[in-house]
């Protein structure tokens, strides 16, 4: 995101602070497909993830004056998003949060030995990161999807900067186990 | 040789390792990011795990853009939700900082250029003016002991001022008069008349007492001179 458009975001904040519907559409527009893929990544359901993204910009409406413009708009929307999606799959009681749980959940099309048996090492690689546990896959996301620093991951998921460092590079390990496990050598580890 | 790969995956990765995500991402600072294109044209294997994270990152952003948007229903259920909330008056307690960025936000690039030559421009005039009051005020009769090629290098300190003197003028005096015994004596009033009383300076060397009573004395006699008396 440019610099240009962090500043406009902020101005449109605190357009919203004063009630302004017109602010909230914009600020709406801009961002909320992000918000909803990262929700969706988080709760692996598309009902809930809309209902999400009206919860969280309802939450912007309502929390707009709070803002201190300390981090940019698009961070502070991906921590309510994910304090929102945690607490929905809290709310859900056929979804557990371990990594177990959430591989089983995994949609019904090929696995990732079956995307082998097609050549196709990039779907395996999808589905892989599909695979991966829950805190596994937000990191990735918000460092290659939503290009987040290791400050702002930080400060999305609330733990320590070396532990955002260290915790994507034992996701990106892991990766690489389903990957081998799939019969894909890519030459790390 | 995979023996020492693999030792080297248990060990606790380099901070540049993992720092590589960042990079693929162009995330991190310029000084991060220099370190660590030194590092990967120094090293084959960190080169090796930075194509594999350049493919994990290229899938990861397929895999978001392949999830779609939302539907419609969302933005409506969030105005319906909105209307729903109490209405906000406009509060005049705007955050300042915003107020400001929302000004500067509104100026087009060529605004904001002119708006800070004038604000340079101003800040030079204010140094001026600041300047033109210290040394007017500067009322201390000394002189730094820098060289001055228009002056003999001399410091010029209290007892070797030149010499002042309240003077009264006669209550008849015309103002052709005053002016001709200023020039004649190479003197100017240095204060106003205070109690009918000026203050004169003469000349712009300093005097030694005889030369100061022997102008007095002269000063005295002149018709238009009612009092003279030299001061400090």
Known sequence: MSATQAASDDVLIARIAQGDRLAMQVLYGRHHVRVFRFGLRLVRDEQVAEDLISEVFLDVWRQAGKFEGRSAVSTWLLAITRFKALSALRRRKDVELDDEAANAIEDSSDDPEVAVQKKDTSEALRKCLTALSPEHREIVDLVYYHEKSVEEVAEIVGIPENTVKTRLFYARKKLADLLKAAGIERGWP | ?232
């Open chain 2, 1 to 232: 040789m995979m023996a020492v790969r693999k030792k080297m995956l248990e060990q606790e990765p380099s901070e540049i390792e993992m720092l590589l995500p960042w990079h693929a991402a162009g995330t991190l600072n310029a000084r991060d990011a220099r370190r660590i294109d030194e590092a990967l044209a120094r090293d084959p294997e960190l080169a090796k795990q930075y194509a594999a994270i350049r493919e994990e990152y290229a899938e990861t952003i397929h895999l978001n853009e392949s999830l779609g948007a939302p539907s419609a229903r969302a933005v409506q259920k969030l105005f319906a939700a909105i209307d729903g909330e109490p209405a906000r008056k406009p509060s005049a307690s705007l955050n300042i900082s915003v107020r400001v960025a929302e000004f500067f936000a509104s100026l087009s690039p060529r605004t904001l250029a002119w708006s800070a030559s004038l604000g340079a421009l101003a800040l030079l005039l204010q140094a001026g003016v600041i300047g033109a009051v210290l040394m007017k005020d500067q009322t201390a009769p000394f002189q730094t002991a820098s060289l001055s090629t228009s002056e003999p290098a001399t410091r010029a300190l209290g007892p070797e001022a030149p010499p002042r003197a309240l003077v009264r003028f006669a209550p008849d005096a015309r103002v052709a008069d005053i002016t001709a015994l200023l020039d004649s004596y190479q003197a100017s009033i240095v204060d106003g008349a205070k109690g009918g009383m000026f203050r004169l300076q003469f000349g712009n060397r300093a005097m030694a007492k005889d030369e100061i009573a022997s102008l007095m004395s002269k000063l005295q006699n002149e018709k238009i001179v009612s009092l003279a008396v030299a001061t400090p």
